[in-house]
């Protein structure tokens, strides 16, 4: 868990984004058990039902599955229903948005594709 939260977003949002970062980056893997809700409100001084609303999230997502009793787990096919969803929101907030300011530019997929292979800047001739 992050030391601190970010005061600029929702508490939630940073746990659900906190929980699925370490799904992606397999911190926490496919059966493993999850910080609970009271877990994270002792850590972060803050209230469980906050906590909560981001973990119910990820279980409305079936990225994390209750166990009455026992706690959250990650599902098994966690971490792809994440990168698939990540893969689509990467698509919709870089890619579109380059492709229009390449458009704008007059910079062809051919130089554009030139640009992102080297990682750098063309030079103004």
């Known amino acids: 868990m992050k030391n601190s939260l ?3 977003k929702p ?3 940073q746990i659900k984004e906190q929980l699925e ?3 992606i980056n397999d911190s926490i893997k496919a059966g493993e058990r ?3 809700t009271n877990e994270f409100a002792s850590f972060y001084k803050i209230n469980p039902a906050t906590a909560a609303k981001g973990i119910n999230e ?3 997502e079936e990225i994390l599955i209750k166990r009455r009793g026992i706690g959250m787990f990650v599902t ?3 971490k ?5 969803k990540r893969r689509k929101t990467f698509f919709e907030h870089y890619i579109l948005p380059l492709k229009e300011e390449a458009k ?3 910079i062809t997929e051919e130089e554009l594709l030139k640009m992102m292979a080297k990682g750098e800047s063309m030079d103004e001739n």
Request: proline fraction near 4%.
């Open 6 to 8: 970010d005061e600029n």
């Open 11 to 13: 508490i939630f949002l």
């Open 21 to 23: 970062d370490s799904i």
């Open 34 to 36: 999850v910080p609970s």
């Open 58 to 60: 990820l279980v409305a």
């Open 76 to 78: 098994d096919n966690a």
């Open 80 to 84: 792809e229903i994440l990168i698939a």
């Open 104 to 106: 704008k530019l007059q």
